[in-house]
């Protein structure tokens, strides 16, 4: 298995060059919201292992709520973000990118604080390296190839039951699959489909991911006895603060708003992109590394492939902390409009967005962390476009695929790669085409 | 916080009458011409209310306004500001004609009304019984509304076809039922489907599905707000919003002919074949019966005297080989609960809520219906289709589609975007709406005009190339105003 890896690198934006960013960032797009894959900055359609990616400027708006808690405000630096999820190994990814980008990149990093002309690019990127606190991934060792190969599958078999519906209405389940599977060999020996076998996993991902598969829970243990007399005071303390933190949800600026519209909806996958404060002292810096470090190694370890809870429409996402986790910033990449995907969280997993989202100021007010906040469902959702920014450049790999079709793929290679299906089985896979 | 006991005299009567006796209905859009004489002649307007009446009114009129329409007749804009998103940006914004599906032949630049160039101010609804109608339009279009208003298109006509919509089948079936009575728990979870929706949906100032009040604008108290009610939430300020609602218009046109040229082309001219079609697209015959089993037990909002009709879920049709999953009514109510499957207790939720509930590929794809319903109160217009043979002349017909509903970004929009129009609803793919679908292309999508038939333990039938049967003909998004409000509006400008 080829582990997926999220990269992100953070730069002070000079000031003197903001205007230049924004119009070397506005000139990779075709029209607002949509890429130009192969735009002669960053041309994303020559990647191979390249899932998603973005290029942000994280211009956060709400940096004065800090005074609901009485705390000054802070004059943070513009930065530009360029982050991006991809198959194996994240060094290995700067470094295709500063070969195959390499005028692109210095034209943008160029207007960051800290470059030089001649600073080597994998080397100045890796310092700017900000990991994430917690990532998740929606199908752990599904690779931009398999995705392609799976889809290319889908669209053969689709074809070819189209032009040949009376042959095929005729069989039954286990002739459709016989068939199929002849028709699936047929076309791969003739290469002109391709259903690569899942690449060893490498050997020193392996061990790491055992390592916190089984470290994680032993440090835990080793604390235990620790967090246990802990646990009293600090949900007394959250307690407190619940019921006193100040809610900031107005209605969200108009312009604003329309100008996020704008470019949301070009494609099935949007993108979404929320920064605020983190509210102050130790409780909820605490409340948040435990619930995000949680769904870190929830959805390392524990979730089923293609869920996230109940949902089933985000590809990737990842929870980052900015400014020594004075600031937070979420990034994901969702099927369907901001609206349903709102929505969708507030029905079913509305606990898992209190958890993660109130140790942020302003957030809807939260009873036992998990309960109400976002059930007030007007305010939350003001709250977060509040806290929305926009993207300025945003790349997906597959496009008009969602994560349901790409489940869908998959489970139509799994079984046209099976001899025999069990007549539960088969039904479903038959339920497929 | 207190929602107080509903007053039916303040509440506009399309809330909770569809006025079916009265067969005939004119909407007038119009703009406002002269404010003075607008807010006067509002003052007069004999607007009729939800109050049961015995006998029944022979006429109504309804009245509603657009975001431009309030600003015309001199709201401030610091109320204005009150009101949702949606309606104060309306419905033909780029963005959202994006997502509402209104794109190519859809897009509001075709519109006869509606978005930038030809906003309405208002719209006011005529209805009547046969005989009283011409006397209604008579005593409330003379001088002061000549003085008043100018209207924005020739005033749009309604069609009586006896509950049949213009492709010929039975309309209007299915209904949420409003909770008048406030009696519904709603911060509980639904573990089953229910047809009763909270006030709250369809009425601005009562608790909604989250047991919360919408978001409405809340004046501050003045001799002119003396009028309105106090806010329930916040009882030093007036409320604008209560007892009205928000009201989504569109005029859809249908192309009667090509839809059953079409369907009959599909069946090889067999008719009967061609019914099993249409009725596979719609999810109901031309009759009205769900194709959908009807279930024994009772849905709570289901009259039992509506069984036949709408006591029915699609648990019992997990396979779409009853109902296709992309049905027309499949999309627009998947009639399904909070949680799949029923958990009993709290670790089966949890077990659900953590993603280890039922893994096969459609399982718990759709969102929770209760927040997301609309109240329907359109009406066709255009002359009678002949059942189910191509008529030759083809004049232009259709549905004035109007809804309610107190939310319209998580009603109407999200109702139309990511059930009717989104091409991969419940795990589908290359298919929209089969009756209200736009068939436009997205990046990386190069159909959207299939309609896929499951059959049981089989292969589907895929039924390619789908016209566009509707194209949106105009829209906006108005307010439909409580009695209060409307007399706070008519007053605006005094003194």
Redesign the interface.
């Known amino acids: 298995m080829t582990p997926q890896s999220s990269f992100m690198v953070l730069a002070p934006i000079l000031p003197s060059c903001e205007g230049e960013l924004r119009g070397l960032l506005a000139s990779m797009n075709a029209a607002p919201g949509r890429v130009d894959v192969n735009n002669p900055l960053i041309p994303f359609a020559e990647f191979d292992t390249l899932h998603f990616a973005r290029l942000i400027i994280l211009d956060d708006t709400t940096t004065e709520d800090v005074r609901a808690h009485g705390l000054p405000v802070r004059i943070y630096p513009l930065y530009l973000a360029f982050l991006g999820d991809c198959d194996g190994d994240e060094d290995a990814f700067l470094r295709e990118a500063s070969t195959r980008a390499p005028d692109g990149l210095r034209a943008i990093f160029s207007c960051c604080d800290g470059f030089t002309s001649d600073a080597d690019l994998v080397d100045w990127m890796k310092a700017r390296r900000c990991p994430a606190i917690a990532n998740y991934v929606n199908w752990r060792g599904r690779t931009v190839a398999r995705i392609r190969e799976e889809a290319a599958l889908w669209d053969a078999i689709s074809g070819l039951l189209a032009s040949n519906v009376p042959s095929f209405q005729a069989l039954s389940p286990p002739e459709i699959h016989a068939k199929l599977r002849e028709f699936v060999q047929a076309e791969t020996s003739a290469g002109r489909l391709k259903l690569s076998p899942e690449s060893p996993t490498p050997f020193g991902g392996w061990m790491t991911d055992k390592l916190h598969l089984v470290g994680v829970p032993l440090l835990l243990l080793l604390f235990l006895p620790l967090l246990v007399v802990i646990a009293p005071i600090y949900i007394l303390l959250l307690r407190r603060l619940e019921k006193t933190d100040p809610e900031i949800c107005p209605t969200a600026d108009q312009a604003y708003s329309d100008a996020l519209s704008l470019i949301e909806d070009h494609d099935v996958t949007n993108q979404f992109s929320a920064m605020g404060s983190l509210k102050p002292g130790i409780v909820r810096l605490l409340t948040v590394i435990g619930v995000l470090g949680t769904v870190d190694y929830a959805a390392r370890h524990i979730v089923r492939r293609g869920r996230l809870g109940r949902i089933r429409s985000i590809h990737f996402a990842r929870w980052v902390f900015l400014d020594s986790g004075k600031r937070m910033i979420f990034f994901s990449n969702y099927d369907g409009s901001v609206e349903s995907y709102m929505d969708e969280f507030i029905n079913k997993t509305g606990f898992g967005l209190n958890m993660s989202f109130s140790n942020g100021i302003g957030y809807p007010r939260t009873n036992w962390l998990v309960r109400d906040g976002c059930l007030d469902e007007r305010k939350y959702k003001e709250y977060l476009r509040r806290h929305t920014l926009p993207t300025q450049v945003w790349y997906k790999a597959y496009p008009g695929l969602t994560a349901v079709d790409l489940e869908r793929n998959t489970r139509l290679r799994d079984g046209v790669e099976r001899s025999s299906l069990t007549g539960q089985e088969l039904r479903e896979w038959v339920a497929l085409l | 916080m207190k929602s107080g006991k509903i007053d039916y005299g303040d509440v506009q009567g399309l809330v909770r009458f569809g006025y079916k006796r009265m067969t005939q209905a004119r909407y007038d859009l119009l703009r406002v011409k002269n404010a003075t004489a607008a807010r006067a002649w509002l003052r007069a307007a004999p607007v009729t209310t939800a109050v049961s009446m015995d006998p029944p009114p022979k006429t109504a009129l309804q009245i509603a306004f657009t975001a431009p329409g309030l600003r015309a007749l001199g709201l401030p804009e610091s109320a204005i500001?009150g009101f949702s998103?949606e309606f104060?940006?309306g419905m033909a914004?780029?963005?959202?004609a994006?997502?509402l599906g209104d794109v190519g032949s859809n897009a509001p630049e075709w519109w006869a009304w509606g978005g930038r160039s030809k906003e309405p101010h208002l719209v006011v609804m005529f209805f009547a019984e046969p005989g009283h109608f011409e006397s209604l339009v008579e005593i409330c279009t003379g001088a002061a509304w000549q003085e008043a208003f100018e209207p924005l298109v020739p005033p749009l006509g309604t069609a009586d076809l006896d509950g049949i919509e213009p492709f010929g089948f039975v309309d209007g079936i299915s209904q949420p039922q409003i909770d008048w009575e406030q009696s519904k728990k709603t911060s509980d979870p639904q573990l089953d489907y229910t047809n009763i929706a909270a006030l709250g949906e369809f009425l601005l100032g009562y608790r909604n599905e989250?047991?919360?009040l919408?978001?409405r604008p809340l004046l501050e108290p003045s001799a002119a707000s003396e009028g309105l009610l106090a806010a329930a939430d916040d009882s030093a300020k007036r409320d604008l919003g209560v007892n009205g609602t928000y009201l989504v218009m569109r005029q859809l046109q249908q192309d009667v002919r090509g839809f059953w040229e079409f369907v009959n082309g599909q069946s090889g001219g067999n008719p009967a074949e061609a019914a099993k079609l249409a009725a596979a697209m719609v999810g109901r015959t031309t009759g009205g019966d769900p194709l959908a089993p009807v279930r024994d037990e009772p849905i709570p909002g289901v009259d039992p005297q509506d069984a036949a009709a709408n006591q029915f879920t699609f648990d019992q049709d997990p396979?779409g080989s009853r109902c296709p999953f992309g049905a027309h009514v499949r999309r627009a109510n998947p009639r399904n609960a909070?949680f799949p499957g029923r958990p009993a207790n709290f670790l089966k939720k949890l077990i659900?809520?953590?993603?280890?509930?039922p893994?096969?590929?459609r399982d718990?794809?759709v969102?929770?219906v209760r927040?997301?319903r609309i109240l329907r109160r359109g009406r066709e217009y255009g002359v009678e289709p002949p059942p189910a043979t191509p008529p030759t002349a083809d004049p232009e017909r259709g549905l004035h589609f109007i809804c309610l509903n107190a939310?319209i970004?998580?009603q109407f929009?999200?109702l139309q975007?990511?059930w009717i129009a989104?091409?991969?609803f419940s795990?589908l793919?290359g298919e929209s709406d089969p009756l209200l679908g736009n068939r436009q292309t997205?990046?990386?999508?190069p159909v959207s005009s299939d309609f896929n038939i499951?059959a049981e333990?089989?292969?589907?039938?895929?039924v390619?190339g789908l016209p566009q049967f509707v194209t949106t003909r105009g829209g906006a998004y108005f307010f439909l105003p409580s009695i209060r409000a409307l007399r706070y509006f008519a007053a605006l400008g005094d003194g």
């Open positions: 500001a998103h104060r940006t914004t780029e963005s959202r994006r997502q989250y047991g919360k919408t978001e396979t909070d659900i809520m953590l993603g280890f509930g893994r096969g590929f718990d794809l969102s929770p927040f997301h939310n970004s998580r929009e999200f975007n990511a989104n091409t991969k795990g793919s997205i990046p990386g999508c499951p333990g089989g292969l589907r039938r895929r390619s």
